[in-house]
């Protein structure tokens, strides 16, 4: 089994056999890796894009701005319309498909007017693991996934990053505001800015890694859990509530099972083939 060394050597290589590259840019640590790599073997040959929409929080497009301004690489800003889409906005479980469409579109559209002529994403081998559409908007784009193609998992990543002295490398996951919507629960932009909104309050109480689900009037909150008795302290307490019942919830609760990546997945189908609702396991806060 080929090293994590091999694994980075490998991906060098690759990254030099292309030439010129466009790599889709989140600022997340799985495209802030393979951008780095990019711009090590590329110089101004490799280029960012980041898509910018309602569904990409304020401050994870200004973490992006940042990162790409220290590894000193091009970086250029898309405005992507995915919540034009019907398609998209009506929330069906394949709503990655669409989004990524738009998403992957738009890059291979810069990077034909740029004339590079690969389009390349963070995807890695764990990623396989989660219900991923996403995927097959990228096959249809030719979009490549270095990463995943070279058999990085998440922890071979982070670890790659952490050598580099990449401030992310222990970044948690990121996911677009629109995974905080259970499926079939319209995506409107008012709602985006309200989850947006929440989630920074959060984040600004001290909670690292925080998702705020929507469930129409009700947010659902999860956080690590070991953070989940600090969350519900009086003063805490308090304050968290206020500031969602001013951003427009009526009611707010927290998933004592703490957070897990990609749990709205996990109750997609029931093994009776019944729909269950993450919302049942919720608790007043």
């Known amino acids: 089994m080929p090293t994590l060394d091999d694994r ?9 056999e292309l030439h010129r590259v466009v790599v889709c840019f989140s600022g997340g640590v799985d495209s802030g890796y393979l951008l780095a790599e990019a711009v090590e073997c590329l110089g101004d040959r490799a280029l960012a894009l980041t898509a910018v929409s309602p569904s990409l929080a304020p401050e994870e497009r200004a973490d992006a701005q940042t990162l790409a301004r220290r590894l000193g690489a091009r ?9 034009d889409d019907a398609r998209y906005t009506a929330n069906p479980i394949n709503r990655c498909y669409f989004c990524k469409t738009e998403v992957y579109g738009r890059a291979v559209d810069e990077a034909r007017r740029l004339g590079v002529s690969q389009v390349l994403d963070g995807f890695n081998v764990d990623d396989r693991g989660d219900h991923r559409p996403g995927r ?8 490549r996934s270095p990463l995943d193609e070279l058999g990085f998992t998440k922890a071979d990543v982070r670890e790659a990053a952490k050598r580099r002295g990449l401030p992310i490398w222990d970044k948690p996951a990121l996911a677009c505001l629109s995974s905080r ?3 079939g629960t319209a995506i409107t932009r008012e709602r985006l800015t309200r989850v947006a909104t929440c989630e920074r309050a959060l984040r600004d109480l001290g909670f690292r890694i925080c998702r705020v689900r929507f469930h129409d009037t009700m947010a659902r909150i999860e956080v690590e859990a070991d953070a989940i008795a600090r969350l519900r302290t009086p003063v805490i307490r308090r304050q968290v509530v206020g500031q969602f019942l001013e951003a427009g919830f009526e009611t707010v609760t927290v998933d004592p099972r703490g957070y897990r990546q990609g749990a709205l997945n996990e109750d997609l189908l029931a093994l009776d083939g019944t729909r269950h609702s993450p919302s049942a396991h919720a608790i007043a806060l």
């Open 8 to 16: 980075i050597i490998e991906l060098r290589s690759l990254l030099t």
């Open 75 to 83: 970086h250029i800003l898309v405005d992507t319309d995915e919540l």
């Open 136 to 143: 097959q908007a990228a096959r249809e784009q030719g979009v």
């Open 181 to 183: 919507f259970p499926y």
